[in-house]
């Protein structure tokens, strides 16, 4: 990201009520499933190997614009400042997907016990595992800019997680849910990777190239970027009206399901965050990485966890609903987590050196 990208305005309208939008999708999706049944059930049709081809499609639309973003040019000069990029590297792969199971089993399959029968536990556990293995690539760039971050170093810790995404994503999922005792579909698993990760990157990579090269770097991040935006964010509520037409009973059945699920979650964005954010401040990193390392991992790349969630359990799995939860939570936790960071920042300021 240059720094006409970091001119802009930050958050957006749509962006900070994110929250509000997803619960209105839920009424909406709830009362279309409900009252019209016959359009999920005319939507469920269209599926090849498990893959709603209507979600699939409104899914690249969210991800497409997102990898468009990711300048993996500026990998070279990685070998600059290493230092936040080993923080953010180890904070996501290293603890995050690990911390994000250990919470979520521990509430939802103990502290929850009473609350939750085993079997839908178990499913919202999945759910959180794939949170917790898809770092965020895409709203980090806000919650960067809202920090003051350094827009440069952002892009390359972003590029460098989209490739480790291509690696690690599908065997620290494969190994989690394994231990949760949910089976894997190895085959749906690797599609869903194929599909909204690979098939997004390299088609979002070669448009950037192919509308650079034609008209320039400012066109781009000015112009070309920015017509998306409004095409992100209807892909994402359209998404989630049809998820919830096909999750009203579970939703209805559960409500307090809900809440409990986003227990876990915000517990470990909060404890994700801390963990970047203090391991910067003792390496000596400055405030304008800690911050943004912070947010990466505290964040999520919850298009994708929908996505693969959708692709291995079905559109109707309670497993796409504690994605989903990751959704409702996301903006209120990190704009709370971008104000901690804002106030924090003289932690990270040098102590002048006073001479005798």
Same mark, same amino acid.
């Given at each position: ?12 309208? #749509? ?7 997803? /619960? ?8 279309? +499933? ?5 359009? &999920? ?55 995050? &997907?690990?911390?994000?199971? =250990? ?10 016990? =009473? ?10 556990? =999945? ?7 898809? &770092? ?24 460098? *997680?989209?490739? !480790? ?14 231990? +949760? +005792?949910?089976?894997?579909?190895? *085959? ?9 990760? /690979? ?9 950037? !190239? ?18 998306? @935006? @409004? ?14 037409? #096909? ?6 059945? @559960? ?8 227990? &876990? ?10 963990? =970047? ?5 003792? #390496? ?15 964040? @999520?790349?919850?298009?994708?966890? /929908? ?18 939860? +990751? ?11 971008? *104000? ?17």
């Amino acid at each position: 990201m240059n720094k006409d990208l970091k001119s802009k305005s930050g958050i957006s309208f #749509f962006e900070k009520y994110l929250t509000l939008w997803v /619960v209105l999708c839920m009424a909406v999706g709830i009362l279309i +499933g409900k009252y019209l049944p016959a359009l &999920p059930s005319f939507l469920g049709q269209f599926e090849y190997a498990r893959v709603s081809i209507p979600i699939a499609i409104l899914i690249w639309l969210m991800i497409y614009p997102m990898m468009m973003k990711v300048d993996f040019a500026s990998i070279k000069n990685v070998g600059r400042n290493p230092k936040g990029l080993y923080i953010t590297w180890a904070t996501n792969w290293l603890i995050k &997907p690990f911390t994000m199971y =250990a919470i979520a089993a521990f509430f939802l399959l103990i502290v929850f016990k =009473a609350l939750i029968p085993y079997d839908l536990a178990k499913d919202y556990l =999945a759910g959180a595992i794939l949170l917790g293995a898809a &770092p965020c690539t895409a709203m980090v760039f806000v919650w960067s800019y809202l920090t003051k971050g350094n827009a440069a170093y952002t892009v390359v810790q972003v590029a460098t *997680n989209d490739l !480790i995404i291509l690696i690690a994503f599908t065997p620290i999922v494969a190994f989690l849910l394994g231990i +949760g +005792g949910i089976s894997i579909p190895w *085959n749906t698993l690797h599609l869903s990777v194929g599909l909204f990760v /690979v098939i997004p990157l390299v088609g979002g990579y070669l448009t950037r !190239i192919s509308v650079i090269k034609n008209k320039g770097l400012e066109y781009f991040d000015q112009k070309f970027i920015p017509k998306f @935006n @409004n095409i992100t964010i209807g892909g994402l509520l359209l998404t989630l009206i049809i998820i919830f037409s #096909f999750q009203g009973d579970v939703i209805l059945n @559960n409500p307090l399901h809900i809440f409990l699920i986003a227990v &876990p979650l915000t517990i470990q964005t909060f404890l994700i965050f801390f963990i =970047a954010y203090l391991l910067s401040k003792k #390496f000596k990193v400055k405030h304008d990485i800690a911050a943004p390392a912070g947010m990466i991992g505290a964040s @999520n790349f919850f298009e994708l966890a /929908v996505a693969v969630a959708i692709s291995l359990f079905g559109t109707n799995s309670p497993v796409v609903l504690a994605t989903i939860v +990751g959704v409702l939570v996301e903006v209120p936790v990190m704009l709370t987590l971008v *104000n901690i960071a804002n106030k924090t920042k003289h932690w990270f300021q040098e102590k002048p050196i006073i001479s005798n």
